[in-house]
């Protein structure tokens, strides 16, 4: 069974960058999708990128020209580079791991634990 561990996050001013890294156990990480979601407080979980097993991307709206997933299948490792950091990125970032990337949390079966992201403004 495949588990998700993310780290790299933190408190970070308005405008700075930060990298998040999500490293997956288990075989066959490269034929999965993966994503990143993200929970503020209050507020319900939403997509913010994906990347397919060919490496193919995709972005919420706002995060676009400024977030980049990647994914090294080398390593069993996906990552989330954020730059240009704002206050309402404050969130619980999440990866997760499924099948054909999707922006829809219920087709994700398996689930890191978060890192908190905090943008200062």
């Known amino acids: 069974q495949v588990q998700l561990v993310e780290s790299g996050g933190g408190l970070v001013q308005a405008g700075g960058s930060l990298r998040l890294s999500c490293v997956a156990s288990g075989p066959f990480f490269s034929i999965y999708g993966m994503a990143w979601f993200r929970q503020a407080p209050g507020k319900e979980r939403e997509f913010v990128a994906a990347i397919s097993r060919g490496s193919s991307t995709y972005y919420e709206d706002s995060v676009k020209g400024r977030f980049t997933i990647s994914r090294d299948n080398a390593k069993n490792t996906v990552y989330l580079q954020m730059s240009k950091l704002k206050p309402e990125d404050t969130a619980v970032y999440y990866c997760?791991?499924?099948?054909?990337?999707?922006?829809?949390?219920?087709?994700?079966?398996?689930w890191g634990q978060g890192t908190q992201v905090t943008v200062s403004s």
């Open positions: 997760a791991t499924g099948g054909s990337p999707s922006i829809r949390d219920s087709d994700y079966a398996t």
